[in-house]
Structure formats: structure tokens, C-alpha cells
């Protein structure tokens, strides 16, 4: 099986297919590297795609130690990936968890992103309730130490979220959370501790973020009410941004909507290519009245 090393050596298990630009894939927090095969099949027609299994998710390695876990880790290790594969700069395509961990990327390794797409992003970025969110955060990670994953699944099948990919696509809703019931529940209880409880805000970063020059394609479910602020404020924010609402949609994109994942994003990695997705134009931007 193929892995690439992390620095403080873990091994993530990848998959590649396709040639030409690579696309590098990083999953969501209920996902691993087997639910980007609708697009990994879609976009290896015309480029290198890779998507890969965060640290503890298996066949990943499953570090034991809680603080291992930080959103330093999650985004360094993508970094890795692209060292093992000898790339040098990717389009990186993320959902949830990995549209943050793409973020971080641009703000600390920027010459590594061509584009950035981030697809259901912000949950838990509230100010107001980032201590009650941390605190679900510490009471999640107890549930699968205590219950196991399978178990958590099931409860967590008709999470307000997931109920518009249950309502479209109940095979594949089915499909997804028989997956997640398959997750190492000592990897998800550390991600959930240290990963989803323990990165900043998204809010706390503002100077940082209207700083970043690279590309960013926002796409947010219109029923997927925890992105819906933090995909503005990014849009808002971020110099290159372009922002995307999928109708009657929840928050696995690219699974409830893949044509429409598909479509939007090969479209955006197009314009990237070709140097048609500048920054916006200061005289597009309406000017306050006093």
C-alpha cells in the first residue's frame, strides 16, 4: 500500500490516478480519502488527483498520543503528501475539515496552492459560541471512546446537516455513514479533541486572510446553516474569492451534488489556468453612502 511520511513520521495512505496539474483532495471529519471517488474518477480524465487519509484514519497510522492532533499537524500533512509525490504546487480541494486545513495552507505555505477550494467551510467558527462548541467537541470525543464509532454513527446519522443527502440520496447517505461507522474511534476522538476543539476561529484571522492572493472557489449548501456566515465572511474577505450556494443542499458537497461539485469546480480550475480568476476589481465593490 502507498504512504507518504509525515515529519514526525506517520504514515498517510494515498491514492493517485490521472496525469496533467494535480489536485490534491483532503476529506471532512466524518469522511476519509474513499469519499472523493466521484471526483477522483471525474478529474484524473485531465489531471494528477490524489486524496489520502488524514493521520487517524486508517489505513493511515492512528498516533495514540492525543496532542498530535492539532490543526498544525492536519495542514503539514498535506504538505507532505505533495513532498513524497515530488509536487510542487497543487489545486487543493477540501470539504469541512479540509477546506480549513487548505486555508491554513495558503496562509503559511502559499507558494504550494495554485487554487484553493473550499467546500463547507466555518463550522464552529462562531465567536459567541466557540466555548460551547469546544465544549461538544470534548463531549463528542468521550461518545466515541465510550460507544465506538458504529454506535456514534448512528446517532449522528440524522444530524440537521446530512438530512438534505439522506432526503436526495438515501443509498448514498447509507453508504457514507456505513463507512464512518468503520472509523477508528480512538482517530476520531483525538481528531475531534484536538483538531474540530481545538483550532482558531476562522473569524480571529481576518488580517491574515485578506492577504492571501490565492484563488479561492467558496462553495456552501443553502441548508448547511453553520457555513452559511463563514462562507460570506470568507468571500468578504479573501482578495480572489468567488462564492457558490448549492440549492436544498446540506454539507457533503460532493457527494449530495457530485455533477454539480463537478462542474463548478472543473470550471474554476479552468479559469485559474488559463489567468482569468484575478482579485476583484476595486470598482465592482459599491462604495458606502454617508
Same mark, same amino acid.
Given at each position: 500500500m502507498p504512504y507518504a511520511v509525515t515529519n514526525d513520521n506517520v504514515r498517510l495512505y494515498f491514492e493517485e490516478a490521472g496525469c496533467g496539474t494535480p489536485i490534491i483532495f483532503l476529506h471532512e471529519f466524518a469522511a476519509d480519502h474513499t469519499n472523493w471517488e466521484p471526483q477522483m474518477r471525474y478529474f484524473s480524465r485531465r489531471h494528477r488527483c490524489v486524496a489520502y487519509s488524514a493521520r487517524g484514519y486508517t489505513p493511515s497510522d492512528v498516533p495514540s498520543a492525543a496532542d498530535v492532533y492539532t490543526y498544525r499537524h492536519f495542514y503539514s500533512d498535506a504538505l507532505a503528501v505533495l513532498n513524497h509525490l515530488e509536487i510542487e504546487k497543487a489545486h487543493f480541494v477540501g470539504l469541512s475539515m479540509g477546506s480549513y486545513s487548505s486555508l491554513q495552507i495558503s496562509l503559511n505555505a502559499p507558494e504550494r496552492v495554485l487554487s484553493m477550494t473550499l467546500a463547507a467551510v466555518g463550522s464552529g467558527s462562531s465567536l459567541e459560541n466557540l466555548d460551547a462548541f469546544r465544549a461538544q467537541c470534548r463531549a463528542n470525543a468521550e461518545q466515541y471512546e465510550a460507544i465506538g464509532s458504529e454506535e456514534v454513527a448512528k446517532a449522528t446519522r440524522e444530524a440537521p446537516s446530512r438530512i438534505p443527502f439522506l432526503l436526495k440520496d438515501p443509498r448514498g447517505h447509507a453508504d457514507?455513514?456505513?463507512?464512518?461507522?468503520? &472509523?477508528?474511534?480512538? /482517530?476520531?476522538?483525538?481528531?475531534?479533541?484536538?483538531?474540530? /476543539?481545538?483550532?482558531?476561529?476562522?473569524?480571529?484571522?481576518?488580517?491574515?486572510?485578506?492577504?492571501?492572493?490565492?484563488?479561492?472557489?467558496?462553495?456552501?449548501?443553502?441548508?448547511?446553516?453553520?457555513?452559511?456566515?463563514?462562507?460570506?465572511?470568507?468571500?468578504? &474577505?479573501?482578495?480572489?474569492?468567488?462564492?457558490?450556494?448549492?440549492?436544498?443542499?446540506? &454539507?457533503?458537497?460532493?457527494?449530495?451534488?457530485?455533477?454539480?461539485?463537478?462542474?463548478?469546480?472543473?470550471?474554476?480550475?479552468?479559469?485559474?489556468?488559463?489567468?482569468?480568476?484575478?482579485?476583484?476589481?476595486?470598482?465592482?465593490?459599491?462604495?458606502?453612502?454617508?
Open positions: 457514507f455513514y456505513a463507512a464512518l461507522a468503520r &472509523h477508528d474511534a480512538k /482517530g476520531s476522538a483525538n481528531t475531534m479533541r484536538g483538531f474540530q /476543539g481545538g483550532r482558531p476561529s476562522i473569524y480571529t484571522m481576518t488580517e491574515a486572510i485578506q492577504k492571501v492572493p490565492t484563488p479561492a472557489l467558496i462553495l456552501c449548501g443553502d441548508e448547511d446553516d453553520n457555513c452559511i456566515e463563514p462562507s460570506m465572511f470568507l468571500k468578504k &474577505h479573501l482578495p480572489a474569492a468567488g462564492l457558490a450556494f448549492f440549492p436544498k443542499s446540506g &454539507h457533503v458537497l460532493n457527494l449530495e451534488e457530485p455533477a454539480l461539485f463537478n462542474e463548478m469546480v472543473e470550471r474554476f480550475i479552468a479559469l485559474v489556468e488559463a489567468g482569468r480568476w484575478p482579485a476583484r476589481d476595486p470598482r465592482s465593490m459599491v462604495a458606502a453612502v454617508v
